[in-house]
């Protein structure tokens, strides 16, 4: 952007200079804005669009003009410390993006914060395209089953990406020991991350210093992404969530219903093996006194 208010400044001087200039000011503009573009796709299509609706976070169509650059770039670069700070506006914001923060991203200084600006700014410069919105295809049961494998890891994933319940766990998945702990417990994550588009875009991309250098290598198909989020809906939403509810409770139930009943048996047992015990001791003592 800054190269254009340069140009008539040098096109009154000289014809040459300004063209060499303009020539090196643009391709290292467009340099910055390819650089930013890939930063962009690789650290923050897992939670933002330009003009695509919200995902984890909000829509940063027009960001530039929601607060001062000065702000804009200090959020980014450290979104906790300008939370912490007691920022009315960052405590909106966050409150409207179902209380998850924006994490603090490796690699994303004060100069990337703004050569990202500039990038969403020039997008931000075409309205959104108010097209159809493109109907998701409904979940079947067969999904939410082989979301399920693949998170337990009984179905491996076509580019090896590791199981999911090998740091993660859900409720009532994985038997006894249930999932790992490293990563958060996801029985809910498909409320807490906002639901089915960008749950979705979260898993193509994973947000996770922990899973994004492993799955960079090992990406998970459309297909694959699919199949978990159907899972992970069902834990919320789905019938085999309040299936398994209903089977825990009547499992608990039938526990202390069984317990109950062994527990009356037992007494029976002894009561049948010593009905003579009274008897046993008082007839003898009874006859011996007669004599
Ligand atoms: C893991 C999800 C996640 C990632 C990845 C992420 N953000 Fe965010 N971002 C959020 C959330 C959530 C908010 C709003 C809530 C908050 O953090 O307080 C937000 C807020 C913002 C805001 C302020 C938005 C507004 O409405 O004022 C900007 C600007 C922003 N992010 C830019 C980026 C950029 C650029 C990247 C990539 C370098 C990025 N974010 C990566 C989740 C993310
Ligand atoms: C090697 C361990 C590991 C594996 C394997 C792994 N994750 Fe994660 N995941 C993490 C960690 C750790 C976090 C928390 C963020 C962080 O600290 O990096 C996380 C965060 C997440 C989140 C964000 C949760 C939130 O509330 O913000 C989702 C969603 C997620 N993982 C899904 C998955 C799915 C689906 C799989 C399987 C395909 C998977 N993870 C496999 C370690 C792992």
């Not at 923060?101 to 600006?117: E, I, T």
């Not at 978990?228 to 139930?253: M, W």
């Amino acid at each position: 952007m800054r190269g254009y208010g340069e140009i008539p400044v040098f096109t009154n001087t000289s014809l040459i200079v300004p063209i060499l200039l303009l020539a090196g000011a643009s391709s290292a503009m467009a340099q910055d804005a390819a650089e930013a573009q890939a930063f962009f796709d690789s650290n923050c299509v897992a939670c933002h669009t330009i003009g695509g609706g919200r995902l984890v976070g909000p829509d940063l169509h027009g960001v530039n003009t929601r607060q001062t650059r000065e702000w804009l770039i200090d959020f980014m670069v450290d979104p906790a410390k300008v939370l912490a700070s007691g920022d009315a506006y960052a405590q909106e914001i966050l409150a409207a993006s179902n209380q998850v923060p924006m994490p603090q991203l490796p690699g994303l200084d004060a100069a990337m914060a703004g050569a990202l600006l500039d990038l969403i700014a020039e997008k931000s410069g075409t309205p959104i395209a108010a097209g159809p919105v493109e109907e998701a295809v409904p979940f079947t049961a067969a999904d939410v089953f082989l979301g399920e494998e693949l998170f337990v890891g009984s179905q491996a994933f076509m580019h090896g990406s590791p199981a999911c319940i090998s740091c993660h766990n859900v409720d009532g998945v994985g038997g006894f020991f249930g999932g790992g702990n490293l990563g958060p417990d996801l029985t809910e994550v498909f409320t807490t991350l906002n639901g089915r588009r960008p749950l979705t875009a979260w898993l193509g991309s994973p947000a996770s210093d922990t899973m994004k250098p492993i799955f960079a290598d090992a990406k998970m198909t459309d297909g694959e992404i699919n199949a978990l989020v159907a899972f992970f809906d069902a834990q919320v939403n789905g019938e085999s969530a309040a299936d398994r509810a209903a089977v825990a409770g009547t499992a608990s139930a039938s526990f202390f219903y069984s317990g109950l009943a062994f527990a009356v048996l037992i007494l029976l047992v002894f009561a049948f093996l010593w009905r003579n015990r009274y008897t046993a001791t008082r007839t003898p003592m009874v006859e011996a006194s007669k004599r």
